[in-house]
């Protein structure tokens, strides 16, 4: 596998990205999802090809995706090998963050994350807070 940095934060990501749309409970959203078996493996197959960042999102299964994530991370890894992007756009987060960004913390098995890096569309620069 492959890394790189992210922006300028001093965070090594792998250049593959593991997009978890795909994982949470079928029918939330969509039928075709993994469920938490399907997520798990996924996510052990992953961590053993050195993919070690992953994008998930609290609107992904109606948060059963960062659910499901945390559960395979913690089971297969630490917390200080992976990096999780994850965004709060997709309810009432949009416009106040705090509280979709405390239940997707919660989400992920209570991962606290050890930076917070925000983007937009006026400011691509990422670097470290």
Known sequence: MQYTQLGETGINI?????????????????????DEEGTDAGVAHALDL????????????DGTSEEYL?????????RERVVIASKVYFNE????????IT??????????PTTWTSTSSTDSTMKRP
């Open 50 to 61: 050195g993919i070690i960042f992953f994008d998930t999102a609290n609107g992904y299964s």
């Open 93 to 100: 987060g949009r416009f106040h963050p705090r509280p979709s």
């Open 103 to 112: 239940r997707s913390m919660g989400r992920s098995s209570d991962w606290v």
């Open 14 to 34: 792998s250049k593959i990205c593991v997009g978890c749309m795909s994982f949470g409970k079928p029918g939330t959203i969509h039928d075709w999802t993994l």
């Open 70 to 78: 945390g559960k395979a991370l913690s089971k297969h890894t630490s």
